[in-house]
């Protein structure tokens, strides 16, 4: 029957089963937890298949039952580890055409309100965006569209105000939007009492080629995460400097 089959649905066959096949893969692979959980579950399916030859009278319904309702346990149980991975697998496809970077008077408007908000021990988020596009968070938060300044950047941040909480997202010149949610990182390196702020910024860096500025609350503290690496920089020409090779 095999060689019946014309080869152009042969070749569109196979070509489907690689794509499938691929995406798996990648989906599996950018996340750790993801990957780890994967295998367990893929344990206890060779189990229950193994319990179901050998025909055990206790194990093979139990492992049975269990199998049956791993996909919907794992759905419930990471839900936020499936989002992330597959906004990762999208990540290439999501890129601007052409590259707008913002000039040294945003940059400098950039470096000024970090200054200012950290002598001030008032937290703060703000991503660079690069090449891959920050529209899927920018279209659930209040939209701008405005001049970056330092002035505009410390009320957007300043406490009890409506903007305050969440990201502020920057493209080329404008700040693009305030109030943007990003995915947590899961990373397991962090301290258990790092906070959502942070956990936000080097979420974004590890799926997108941003680059996030972050100010602590509790210290004062200025951040960077880029690249899903999250650098401290309390100095202001250190700072200038990460953004400049950055925004280059």
């Not at 602590?216 to 999250?230: D, K, P, Q, R």
Request: glycine fraction near 4%.
């Amino acid at each position: 029957m095999l060689f019946n089959i014309p080869i152009w649905k042969i070749v569109i066959d196979a070509y489907i089963v690689w794509v499938l096949v691929f995406f798996l893969v990648k989906f599996l692979v950018s996340n750790k937890r993801m990957l780890s959980i994967a295998i367990s579950f893929l344990f206890i399916y060779v189990m229950a298949y193994v319990a179901n030859l050998l025909d055990l009278l206790i194990s093979t319904p139990i492992l049975s039952y269990l199998a049956e309702w791993l996909p919907i346990l794992m759905i419930v149980i990471m839900a936020p580890d499936i989002r992330r991975s597959l906004e990762v697998v999208w990540k290439a496809d999501s890129r601007h055409e052409t590259l707008v970077m913002g000039s040294e008077k945003t940059k400098q408007a950039i470096v000024d309100a970090a200054v200012y908000l950290s002598g001030q021990n008032i937290g703060a988020l703000m991503t660079i965006e690069k090449h891959n596009t920050l529209d899927q968070y920018a279209e659930r938060a209040i939209m701008m569209n405005s001049f970056v300044s330092k002035e505009v950047l410390i009320n957007i941040f300043t406490p009890n105000t409506p903007l305050h909480d969440g990201a502020v997202i920057i493209r080329g010149d404008s700040i693009l939007c305030a109030g943007a949610y990003f995915v947590l990182s899961d990373n397991q390196n962090f301290e258990k009492t790092t906070g959502s702020r942070h956990r936000a910024g080097l979420g974004i860096s590890e799926i997108t080629d941003s680059l996030t500025v972050i100010v602590s609350e509790e210290t004062g503290n200025i951040s960077i995460a880029v690249e899903g690496i999250m650098l401290k920089i309390n100095d202001r020409d250190k700072l200038m400097e990460y953004i400049n090779m950055f925004m280059k």
